[in-house]
C-alpha cells in the first residue's frame, strides 16, 4: 500500500511572527523555518502503519521554493520512502495547491493520501477537503485515531462532546488532528540517510496544472498590543474595577 503525504514548510511554531513594514505579509527571511506540526503528524502516522506491515511505501510531495528542499528532507529522515518536490516560489493558496496534488496523485495513484487537517501560516483548513473533492475520493478528517486494512480506513475524530468514528472506502484523503500521535525526534543517522533518498524535482508546468489566483492579500495586520496588568488591593478594588471600569459585571 502506498501513502502519500503532503508537507507544508512553515514559520516554526515556536518563532515569534514578525509583520514586514509594508503589511504586504510576514518576515520569512531569516526566521527558523520547519515542517507544518500536523503535517509531522502525519509522516509519524504513515510511518507507525509501516513499520506495522499496514503501507509499504511513503511518498512525501511538498509544493514550495528551493529551500523546501530541506523540509522535505526531514520527512525523509523520519521515514519517508522517496519524495517529490513541486517547484514554487510563490505562496499558493488551497485551491491551487490541491490541484497540484491532484495531478501528482494521477501520476501516482496512491491508496491513503495522510495530511494536516491545516497549515498554521495560513490557518485555511480546507487543501484535503479541496483535493477529496477534485478527486471524487472520500474525505475523513481531523484523525484522533486510524485503523487501516486493505481496503477501508476507519477514522475516529474528535467532536463536541465525544468521539465521531467513520469508514472510508480506500483510496481516501485523511486529515491529521493534534492528538494523533506525537512524533519521532529525528536520528542523526536517519539525518545522513535521508540525503540518499530520491527527491524527484518537478515544474507545475510539467505537472500539466494552470493555476489561477482567487484571492488577493489586501493587508497583513499585528493583534492589538496588551495592555500591562496591575495589582489590585484586594477583592473590593477587584470588584470595584470590574464593575466600574471593565463594565463587565454588574
Ligand atoms: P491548509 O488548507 O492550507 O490549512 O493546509 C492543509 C494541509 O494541506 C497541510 O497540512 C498540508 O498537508 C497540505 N498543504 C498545504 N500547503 C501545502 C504545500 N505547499 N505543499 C504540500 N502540502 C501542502
Redesign the pocket.
Known amino acids: 500500500m502506498k501513502v502519500l503525504?503532503?508537507?507544508?514548510?512553515v514559520i516554526d511554531a515556536y518563532v515569534k511572527v514578525r509583520v514586514k513594514s509594508d503589511q504586504s505579509g510576514v518576515e520569512t527571511q531569516n526566521v527558523k523555518m520547519s515542517m507544518?506540526p500536523?503535517?509531522e503528524i502525519?509522516v509519524e502516522e504513515a510511518v507507525r502503519l509501516k513499520e506495522a506491515g499496514k503501507v509499504s511505501e511513503i511518498l512525501i510531495?511538498?509544493?514550495?521554493d528551493k529551500s523546501?528542499q530541506e523540509t522535505i528532507r526531514t520527512a525523509l529522515a523520519l521515514g519517508g520512502d522517496r519524495a517529490i518536490h513541486?517547484q514554487?516560489d510563490d505562496a499558493?493558496e488551497?485551491l491551487s495547491?490541491a490541484k497540484?496534488?491532484q495531478a501528482v496523485i494521477k501520476n501516482e495513484n496512491p491508496h491513503l493520501i495522510l495530511?494536516?487537517?491545516?497549515?498554521i501560516d495560513?490557518?485555511?483548513?480546507?487543501?484535503?477537503q479541496?483535493l477529496a473533492a477534485l478527486c471524487d475520493l472520500p474525505q475523513a478528517t481531523f484523525a484522533s485515531n486510524i485503523e487501516l486494512n486493505d481496503s477501508e480506513a476507519t477514522v475516529t475524530s474528535e467532536v463536541d462532546g465525544g468521539l465521531l468514528t467513520v469508514k472510508v472506502s480506500l483510496p481516501a484523503v485523511v486529515?491529521t488532528d493534534l492528538r494523533l500521535n506525537e512524533p519521532r525526534y529525528v536520528s542523526l543517522p536517519n539525518i545522513m540517510k535521508a540525503k540518499r533518498k530520491p527527491l524527484e524535482e518537478v515544474t507545475i508546468e510539467s505537472l500539466g496544472v494552470t493555476l489561477k489566483q482567487h484571492q488577493k492579500v489586501l493587508k497583513v495586520t499585528e493583534p492589538p498590543k496588551r495592555e500591562a496588568g496591575i495589582k489590585v488591593d484586594g477583592v473590593d478594588a477587584l470588584l470595584d474595577k470590574l464593575r466600574n471600569e471593565a463594565k463587565v459585571i454588574g
Do not use: E, Y
Open positions: 503525504v503532503p508537507i507544508k514548510r507544518n500536523f503535517d502525519a510531495v511538498s509544493i514550495g523546501t513541486v514554487s499558493l488551497p495547491v497540484c496534488l495530511m494536516g487537517k491545516q497549515a495560513d490557518d485555511c483548513n480546507q487543501t484535503g479541496m486529515t
